[in-house]
T-cell receptor, first 113, second 110 residues
């Protein structure tokens, strides 16, 4: 079955530690996105990529980094510079040019130890 | 001004009634409009997409778009308790960037 796989489902970060969230898709979509969702809030865009080896900052990119070395993969690193990382992180993908209908993974919950 | 605005709710409707969810957006160049449903603790799932002015119906759901008023709405007919969720409005603007509203929580009361 085609879809988006995010791992791990739950992640704990120690102070000063960088952690990487995985996102893999087999939908052959060109565009991929990372969102952050805080309790009772909507989705805020962290980074997005429309093509391999290229990505753009979203609205809240500070403290995060991404790479897009393969079409299928778009990992997100939460760096120690992100002082309030506790949130629900959602990865999505879409075909470019179809209105960007977002297909979401199941998400990763990140908490601080 | 937020780019995409929704009333956070909760919006409470009795079972079998029509639920009306509203969304306004600020970018006049926006081209694509979506409604997603998100159950608590889960990821969003697409309910409706609409690209041109007017109404679009799919089963119990109707999306309405008015670009002149920068307004998009979602009607849910014959509301069911299983419709209780948060509904997110999303808009695609320049550079293919998708912006989500904060969502409206819907409660359908049996």
């Amino acid at each position: 079955d085609g879809g988006i796989t995010q791992s791990p489902k739950y992640l704990f970060r120690k102070e000063g530690q960088n952690v990487t969230l995985s996102c893999e898709q087999n939908l052959n979509h060109d565009a991929m996105y990372w969102y952050r969702q805080d309790p009772g809030q909507g989705l805020r865009l962290i980074y997005y990529s429309q093509i391999v080896n290229d990505f753009q900052k979203g609205d809240i990119a500070e403290g995060y980094s991404v790479s897009r070395e393969k079409k299928e993969s778009f990992p997100l690193t939460v760096t120690s510079a992100q002082k309030n990382p506790t949130a629900f992180y959602l990865c999505a993908s879409s075909k470019v040019g179809q209105g960007n209908i977002q297909h979401f993974g199941d998400g990763t919950r990140l908490s601080i130890l | 001004q937020k780019e995409v605005e929704q009333n956070s709710g909760p919006l409470s409707v009795p079972e079998g009634a029509i639920a009306s969810l509203n969304c306004t957006y600020s970018d006049r160049g926006s081209q694509s409009f979506f409604w997603y449903r998100q159950y608590s603790g889960k990821s969003p799932e697409l309910i409706m997409s609409i690209y041109s002015n007017g109404d679009k119906e799919d089963g119990r759901f109707t999306a309405q778009l008015n670009k002149a008023s920068q307004y998009v709405s979602l009607l849910i007919r014959d509301s069911q308790p299983s419709d209780s969720a948060t509904y997110l409005c999303a808009v695609t603007g320049g550079y293919q960037k998708v912006t989500f509203g904060t969502g409206t929580k819907l409660q359908v009361i049996p």
